[in-house]
């Protein structure tokens, strides 16, 4: 796979630009899920360094970080499994107003902010 993980750190930063971008127009919930393809880009980046393949087609954080075969601190694995529950009601929500309620200004900030720290946590494993 050769270089290929840089180009998966690279749309992973830019996703995570996105997110702020749609943070700062009061987009929460697009800004939650775009931190959460962020993530998700990041960890098929350490996938392919780590395994030199291909990584798989999946959305399942918990499923890219465990192939990948590293481990962050229980902090920060708690946040996945946090921001992989989100992106299952963000892709598939029941109503707008209910996933609007949900994802206010002060949790998708903290959503952004820790995904920020868990997108830091990924780039030292390489």
């Given at each position: 796979?050769?270089?290929?993980?840089?180009?998966?750190?690279?749309?992973?930063?830019?996703?995570?630009?996105?997110?702020?971008?749609?943070?700062?127009?009061?987009?929460y919930f697009y800004?939650?899920?775009?931190?959460?393809?962020?993530?998700?880009?990041?960890?098929?980046?350490?996938?392919?360094?780590?395994?030199?393949?291909?990584?798989?087609?999946?959305?399942?954080?918990?499923?890219?970080?465990?192939?990948?075969?590293?481990?962050?601190?229980?902090?920060?694995?708690?946040?996945?499994?946090?921001?992989?529950?989100?992106?299952?009601?963000?892709?598939?929500?029941?109503?707008?107003?209910?996933?609007?309620?949900?994802?206010?200004?002060?949790?998708?900030?903290?959503?952004?902010?820790?995904?920020?720290?868990?997108?830091?946590?990924?780039?030292?494993?390489?």
């Amino acid at each position: 796979m050769g270089d290929r993980y840089e180009e998966w750190l690279k749309q992973a930063d830019y996703d995570m630009d996105t997110s702020d971008a749609m943070y700062n127009s009061g987009r929460y919930f697009y800004a939650v899920f775009m931190s959460h393809l962020s993530i998700e880009k990041a960890l098929k980046g350490l996938y392919c360094k780590m395994s030199d393949e291909v990584p798989p087609k999946t959305h399942n954080l918990l499923y890219l970080l465990n192939k990948s075969g590293r481990k962050p601190e229980q902090r920060l694995e708690k946040f996945i499994i946090k921001l992989n529950t989100a992106s299952v009601a963000i892709r598939y929500p029941d109503e707008l107003e209910k996933i609007q309620a949900a994802y206010t200004k002060e949790v998708t900030k903290n959503i952004i902010a820790e995904s920020k720290e868990l997108l830091k946590w990924v780039r030292t494993q390489f």
